[in-house]
């Protein structure tokens, strides 16, 4: 079965410090991973996702993740956090259906960035 | 245009009513789902369809029946609200349903039960 913890219900950082969420995963198949981000009143937005290939994936609005396996960690960076990043984050993995190549998204918790000025 | 979009954006209703939700989407998906997002953000995977046929049906009352006319829309309708049922409802859809895809969400729905 597939589990996403993510460590720290709140963030709060300063703007133009680095921001680090926290992401572990647990997966029976090799994982599927993704952050999404949702700011107030809206829809989930996909930052970035790790599927195959290379461990470290950049998104958009400057983040990045790095997939560790031998951590089991999927921890979302950006270097110089800006007011506009205030959010709630979500770390989620795919599950597979079958033996096939459908599934769909287990979600964390989410953590709740706030950026003080 | 909106890529996926669900109406009413807000629904107050009284206990023991029925309502629905709608969902559209433009972008040529084959798979559409319902997420439920409870008061403490947590998000979880009600149904997904993939071309109007059921694929996941997670744990969820039967008073919550989805309904997909054609590939484009899935609904939700709900019998008998309770209380339990408040929540901010999420629509979403992909291409394929693969479990490398991005998902696309509409912008939720919050259901207040009175």
């Known amino acids: 079965a597939q589990s996403v913890t993510q460590l720290g219900s709140h963030v709060s950082v300063s703007e133009g410090a680095l921001v680090l969420l926290r992401c572990n995963y647990s997966s029976s198949v090799p994982p599927y991973l993704f952050w999404y981000v949702q700011y107030p009143n809206q829809g989930l937005q996909l930052l970035l996702k790790y599927t195959t290939g290379a461990t470290l994936v950049k998104g958009i609005n400057g983040f990045e993740a790095e997939f560790k396996k031998s951590e089991t960690s999927f921890h979302l960076t950006k270097p110089s956090a800006h007011m506009s990043d205030a959010a709630e984050y979500f770390c989620?993995?795919?599950?597979?259906?079958?033996?096939?190549?459908?599934?769909?998204?287990?979600f964390g918790k989410g953590t709740k960035l706030s950026v003080k000025p | 245009d909106t890529a996926v979009s669900q109406t009413p954006k807000y629904l107050v209703t009284q206990m023991g009513n029925d309502k629905s939700i709608k969902c559209e989407q433009n972008?040529?998906?084959?798979?559409m789902y319902w997420y439920k997002q409870d008061s403490k953000k947590f998000l979880k995977i009600m149904f997904s369809y993939n071309n109007k046929e059921l694929i996941i049906n997670e744990t969820v009352p039967n008073r919550f029946s989805p309904k997909s006319p054609d590939k484009a829309h899935l609904n939700l309708h709900i019998n008998s609200l309770e209380l339990g049922d408040s929540a901010v409802y999420f629509c979403a859809s992909s291409q394929s349903g693969h479990r490398g895809e991005k998902l696309f969400f509409g912008s939720g729905t919050q259901l207040s039960v009175l």
């Open positions: 989620a993995v795919s599950d597979r259906r079958g033996g096939g190549s459908q599934g769909n998204l287990i």
């Open positions: 972008l040529g998906h084959d798979t």
